[in-house]
C-alpha cells in the first residue's frame, strides 16, 4: 500500500486525537467501564475520521480504503483497545451495509448523524445462543402492516448502553439456516427497546458491551436496510470490514507492545546488565517483530485489493486468524518479560494482555475463520 503526504497528514492528525483526547483518559474509562461516546466521537468526526469512505452527499468523505487503513492503526496506538474497537463500530461494523443498500432516505437520517459523531450505532447480531454461528438467531421481526414487530435478544453488543440505533439483523420469514434474515434499523428510543444489562468482561472495560431486550418493539418496514430476505448475505460482506479494521488495528497494537517492550528491557538491569543484553531475550523479540512485520505487509496487500473492489473474504479471514494469534503471543511475551510488574495493574502489560485475548473471539472465533478457510480451499465439502 503506497501512501503519501496526504496520508501522513491525516495519520498525523488521529495520533495526536489519540493522544490529546483519548491516553489522558483511558485509566478513568476502564474505571468506569464505559467511555463518554456522545463526547468523544464529534471530535473524531471533526477530523473525518468516522465516514472516510462514504459518500460526502451524507456526511463522508469520498477517500478510498488506504485511510481506513492509516486510522485503524493509528487507534491501534491508544493505551486500550476498548475505545478503538466502539470507534471501528461506527466506522466500519454498523454503518457499511447501510451506507451500501440503505435507502437515501434511511442513509439521511441514521448515516449522516453517525458520520457527525451526533449518534452512537452499534452492530446487533449476536445472542445468547447465537455468537459467531450466524444461522443460529432467534431474534424475530413480524410484519404488521407497514411496521415490523421485534421480539428477541441480542448479546455482546458494542456500544450497547449508548446507542442511539442498531443495524439489527432479524429473523423476517420462517425459513430457518441463513435464508429469511433481514437487516433492519431500530432506534433504541423505539417502545419496548431496554439495555437488558451491561457485561463485565476480562478486558477491553472501557468499551461499553450489553445484553440488549426488544420486547414487542415496533419500526416501520421501510426501516430495512436493502432487500427483505438478504440480511445474512449483507451482514457476511460487512463481516469483512470488521474484521479487516480489527486486524488494522491489532497489529499496529502489537508492534507498539513489541517496542514498548524493548524499551523496557533497555533500562531494566539484571546480574548487572541491562535485560536486554541477553541474546535470547533479542531473539525472541525480532521473531516477533517480523512475524508483525509480515501480518502488516499482509494486511496491506489486502487493503489494495480492496482499493481494486475485489473480494477479500479469504484474506480477511486469514489476517483475523493470524493477527488474533500472534497478539496473544506478544501479549504473553510482554507480560514474561516485564517480569512482575508485567502482572501488576500498575504497567501497560497488563491491561494489553487481557485486551489482546478478544482478538480472536470477537468478530468471528479463531475456529470459525479455520471453518472458513476450510471450505474456501475446498475441504469439508462432500
Known amino acids: 500500500m503506497i501512501t503519501t503526504p496526504e496520508h501522513e497528514q491525516f495519520r498525523k492528525v488521529v495520533r495526536d486525537l489519540v493522544e490529546d483526547e483519548i491516553n489522558p483518559h483511558v485509566d478513568e474509562w476502564e474505571a468506569a467501564g464505559t467511555f463518554p461516546a456522545h463526547e468523544l466521537f464529534p471530535k473524531l468526526a471533526a477530523i473525518g475520521a468516522l465516514g ?32 478503538p474497537m466502539a470507534i471501528a463500530v461506527q466506522v466500519a461494523m454498523a454503518t457499511p ?22 449518534m452512537v450505532c452499534s452492530i446487533a447480531v449476536s445472542e445468547p445462543d447465537a455468537g459467531s454461528d450466524v444461522a443460529g438467531i432467534r ?27 442498531l443495524c439489527l439483523l432479524a429473523r423476517t420469514s420462517d425459513e430457518g439456516g441463513y435464508a429469511g434474515m433481514s437487516m433492519i434499523v431500530v432506534p ?14 476480562m478486558g477491553n472495560r472501557s468499551s461499553d458491551t450489553a445484553e440488549l431486550v ?29 474484521r479487516m479494521i480489527g486486524a488494522y488495528m491489532a497489529v499496529s497494537g502489537a508492534r507498539r507492545a513489541i517496542d514498548r517492550t524493548i524499551d523496557y528491557l533497555r533500562v531494566r538491569e539484571a546480574f548487572g546488565k541491562p535485560l536486554l543484553a541477553n541474546q535470547h531475550l533479542q531473539y525472541r523479540l525480532a521473531e516477533l517483530v517480523a512475524d508483525t512485520d509480515v501480518l502488516i505487509e499482509y494486511c496491506h496487500a489486502a487493503a489494495d485489493r480492496i482499493i481494486a473492489g475485489e473480494d477479500v ?26 517480569g512482575g510488574m508485567g502482572y501488576a495493574e500498575d504497567m501497560w502489560v497488563e491491561r494489553y494482555f487481557r485486551d489482546a485475548r478478544l482478538v480472536s473471539i470477537g468478530g468471528g472465533a479463531d475456529e470459525v475463520m479455520l471453518r472458513v478457510l476450510s471450505l474456501l480451499e475446498g475441504m469439508g465439502k462432500r
Not at 58 to 76: I, K, Y
Request: proline share 3%; hydrophobic share 40%.
Open 188 to 201: 433504541t428510543s423505539t417502545p419496548g427497546f431496554s439495555v437488558g444489562r451491561k457485561i463485565a468482561k
Open 139 to 165: 431474534t424475530k421481526a413480524v410484519r404488521d402492516g407497514d411496521d415490523w414487530v421485534i421480539n428477541g435478544r441480542k448479546m455482546w453488543i458494542t456500544n450497547g448502553t449508548q446507542a442511539d440505533w
Open 52 to 83: 472516510l469512505e462514504y459518500d460526502p452527499e451524507f456526511g463522508g468523505q469520498g477517500a478510498d480504503h488506504s485511510f481506513t487503513v492509516v486510522l485503524a492503526e493509528e487507534l491501534g496506538r491508544a493505551d486500550c483497545a476498548g475505545v
Open 313 to 338: 473474504t479469504r484474506m480477511a479471514t486469514i489476517a483475523k486468524l493470524k493477527v488474533g494469534r500472534l497478539v496473544r503471543e506478544v501479549g504473553d511475551v510482554a507480560v514474561q518479560y516485564h
Open 97 to 118: 451495509a447501510l451506507a451500501q443498500f440503505g435507502s437515501a432516505e434511511l442513509k439521511k437520517a441514521y448515516l449522516e448523524p453517525a458520520l457527525h459523531g451526533e
Open 214 to 242: 426488544l420486547e414487542d418493539v415496533r419500526v416501520p418496514v421501510s426501516n430495512t436496510i436493502g432487500e427483505i430476505g438478504r440480511g445474512f448475505q449483507q451482514q457476511m460482506m460487512q463481516f469483512q470490514d470488521e
